[in-house]
DNA sequence: TTGTAAGCGTTATCAG
DNA sequence: CTGATAACGCTTACAA
């Protein structure tokens, strides 16, 4: 390591004391004459001075640090980071504490403990966790007392004290569902991706999603079959599988295929024409998430755009106001959802106009004989 | 901020000194009794001990950190992270420093002499510097002596003492433009992006592409025409209009595209979709990257896919090389360049079976009569 | 086997 | 306006 000028070294080379050195770097001009302060700013710059964080924290300064936690339960695979929402957030997250003159430092892991040890060791100022359920927020926030930002923890009605970044789920699967319908669809099938969690667990967006679901059939006075609801799983090979499957069970007689994530629906997509079959022609497919790949894919995606961005970005504002205002964030139960919209595509067609090919004809007649989904539900 | 244990507190619950505490955070069982060692760890846990990374910064122990600099020319931008490419390696390098007992520290900022500073002012350990030109390498490099692992540098033949993991771009280019030739195609158009640089700039990866793909000409000699070579723009609305120009030129006569990036090859393939031209019938496309969409699109993008995760866990790999080995950075020059593969898709089409719309045909007549390409080049 | 003390670099307080 | 000094928390060499 190159040996580094200190602020004892260049209080030496300035003829100064180490503070009137410390008074120049922070800009005190007030403290000291506009001569020495030009000569010791010289020096300074001409050493090459930089202050040493480690040092500055171990004084009331604080770090400058801002932890960005990924908790997500598959949080342990590198791939996580890739996720076009996580990595967009990075991005956002990074540019804007930077301008506020704060740093970033990453760390994902599905283990809270481990975690809220990080963001103690490193003194960090402000958490942004993203992925977390609300047990692990409560966990970190039990042993760290500095604020704290998610983004996308679902919590309930009688949690207290929190401030979250999410997006109008509910809404977003009712408008999603609500132009389903009228396009005359009755069978969707809804279709989401979790951990082999059930899709009804609480805490769970994508439950929040599909409560908007059999909400727009509430809406038409419609009996939502709660048998059209399927979890796909986070391994890509597996799901490659699944689709295979409920292809061959013939979309169990659905005429629209409604999945919570864009990647699944540009997967199906793409299986599908793979198959010889047409979309929309035979089949409808909507997606959520609004991601690159699904503007540019032919037909376009039929789908729900977030602007996940603009969720980082609220987020550090949210935190940057918590840290400003000092404000005790015991006091704050804060649920910020994003507004999200539903950007039409050909994948979707109106009920009247499809014509189905002889392919997913063939396919239909299979299902209507073999009626075992229990067994492909069992395999899962 | 809640009041933490410190090692001194803890030395005070167990009646022993601060370093006897020390000794056994350290794991030195050989410096106590086992039974002391049980106590003291026993206090440890109960009081949630969690060393203080600012204080060990100070002393020999080095800071465990690592930084990730992102010195793209547009790393201001929210948006560099969220390229896949970036993404991926972010968490790559996340994922496999974690497993090292090493923290991350992301940084993006094109300002090369920003970057440096922050890597002093943190002491990080080492440096993983992506997107920045062999000027900036060497900056930091003068003001910094830690390891640095450069991805995607381009340095010359005369330059010496650096890591760098590339990819056989030439190789991929070259291979390419064979196949695409191998195809019946003669007229390739180069299409690269940049920020308004020169696609001649030697250090710049879309160059070394360029040379492969003149290379494979070169090998069945014929005459590469060096004017079917274009840059666009990375702002994504000018791409827009500069894909509908070319299409107004009509190709310039090419009856095949490489672009040196899928995004693009996407793009001009729905934006020729569009238009109602057909992929592969009225002309044929090519990428370079291998990303999620290319594969998703159909017809499949035809492209040069690169294992971008595996540039980061490389990159870390001969970081943690260079730290474990105290190895003089000075005296290696390693250029890393992971292999690259074709991948078919029915996005190129053999020439003779080619099959142009009656809307091409339409084009490429105008384009014969214009034969303003001079004027088109202009713009830009 | 255990404890003491110096040192790392910065900042804030207080005295000159 | 300037300078000495203590404090932050940890590590390690050395003394007991």
């Given at each position: 390591?190159?040996i580094?000028?200190?602020?004892?070294?260049?209080?030496?080379?300035?003829?100064?004391?180490?503070?009137?050195?410390?008074?120049?770097?922070?800009?005190?001009?007030?403290?000291?004459?506009?001569?020495?302060?030009?000569?010791v700013q010289?020096?300074?710059?001409e050493?090459?001075y930089?202050?040493?964080r480690?040092?500055?924290?171990?004084?009331?300064?604080?770090?400058?640090?801002?932890?960005?936690?990924?908790a997500?339960?598959?949080?342990?695979?590198?791939?996580?980071?890739?996720?076009p929402?996580?990595?967009?957030?990075?991005?956002a997250?990074?540019?804007?504490?930077?301008?506020?003159g704060?740093f970033?430092?990453?760390?994902a892991?599905?283990?809270?403990?481990?975690?809220?040890?990080?963001?103690?060791?490193?003194?960090?100022?402000?958490?942004?966790?993203?992925?977390?359920?609300?047990?692990?927020?409560?966990?970190?926030?039990?042993?760290?007392?500095?604020?704290?930002?998610?983004?996308?923890?679902?919590?309930?009605?009688?949690?207290?004290?929190?401030?979250?970044?999410?997006?109008?789920?509910?809404?977003?699967?009712?408008?999603?569902?609500?132009?389903l319908?009228?396009?005359?669809?009755e069978?969707?099938?809804?279709?989401?991706?979790?951990?082999?969690?059930?899709?009804?667990?609480?805490?769970?967006?994508?439950?929040i999603?599909?409560?908007?679901?059999?909400?727009?059939?509430?809406?038409?006075?419609l009996?939502?079959?709660?048998?059209?609801?399927?979890?796909?799983?986070y391994d890509?090979?597996?799901?490659?599988?699944q689709y295979?499957?409920?292809?061959?069970?013939g979309?169990?007689?659905?005429?629209?295929?409604?999945f919570?994530a864009?990647?699944?629906?540009?997967?199906?997509?793409s299986?599908?024409?793979?198959?010889?079959?047409?979309?929309?022609?035979?089949?409808?497919?909507?997606?959520?998430?609004?991601?690159?790949?699904?503007?540019?894919?032919?037909?376009?995606?039929?789908?729900?755009?977030?602007?996940?961005?603009?969720?980082?970005?609220?987020?550090?504002?949210?935190?940057?106001?918590?840290?400003?205002?000092?404000?005790?964030?015991?006091?704050?139960k804060?649920?910020?959802?994003?507004p999200?919209?539903?950007?039409?595509?050909?994948?979707?067609?109106?009920l009247?106009?499809?014509?189905?090919?002889?392919?997913?004809?063939?396919?239909?007649?299979?299902?209507?004989?073999?009626?075992?989904?229990?067994?492909?539900?069992?395999?899962v």
């Amino acid at each position: 390591m190159k040996i580094m000028a200190r602020i004892k070294d260049i209080a030496k080379l300035a003829n100064v004391s180490p503070s009137t050195v410390s008074n120049v770097i922070h800009g005190r001009k007030n403290k000291l004459s506009p001569e020495l302060y030009e000569k010791v700013q010289r020096i300074l710059e001409e050493e090459h001075y930089v202050t040493h964080r480690g040092a500055q924290m171990l004084t009331k300064q604080g770090s400058r640090l801002i932890a960005l936690i990924l908790a997500y339960s598959r949080a342990e695979e590198e791939s996580i980071v890739q996720d076009p929402f996580v990595s967009s957030i990075i991005g956002a997250v990074q540019s804007a504490l930077q301008k506020e003159g704060y740093f970033l430092l990453l760390y994902a892991n599905p283990d809270v403990e481990l975690c809220t040890k990080i963001t103690l060791e490193w003194n960090v100022e402000g958490i942004i966790l993203l992925g977390a359920k609300r047990e692990g927020y409560y966990y970190l926030r039990s042993l760290n007392s500095v604020p704290v930002v998610t983004i996308d923890t679902i919590f309930f009605p009688e949690d207290h004290s929190y401030v979250n970044v999410g997006l109008e789920d509910y809404q977003g699967a009712l408008e999603m569902t609500r132009y389903l319908l009228s396009k005359g669809h009755e069978k969707i099938a809804f279709l989401s991706l979790m951990d082999g969690m059930d899709v009804l667990r609480k805490d769970a967006i994508d439950n929040i999603r599909y409560q908007g679901y059999l909400q727009a059939y509430e809406e038409k006075n419609l009996a939502a079959d709660r048998s059209l609801c399927r979890n796909l799983s986070y391994d890509g090979k597996i799901r490659q599988k699944q689709y295979r499957e409920f292809y061959q069970e013939g979309f169990w007689g659905c005429t629209a295929l409604f999945f919570t994530a864009d990647i699944m629906a540009l997967e199906m997509m793409s299986f599908c024409m793979d198959q010889g079959l047409k979309v929309p022609e035979d089949i409808s497919i909507a997606g959520y998430d609004g991601i690159f790949a699904a503007k540019r894919a032919r037909p376009r995606l039929c789908t729900i755009c977030q602007d996940s961005t603009e969720k980082g970005r609220r987020a550090v504002t949210e935190l940057l106001f918590l840290l400003k205002e000092e404000q005790d964030i015991g006091t704050c139960k804060k649920d910020i959802r994003l507004p999200v919209f539903l950007e039409e595509g050909s994948s979707v067609q109106a009920l009247r106009e499809r014509q189905p090919s002889p392919g997913l004809q063939l396919h239909l007649q299979k299902e209507s004989e073999h009626r075992d989904r229990e067994k492909f539900l069992e395999e899962v």
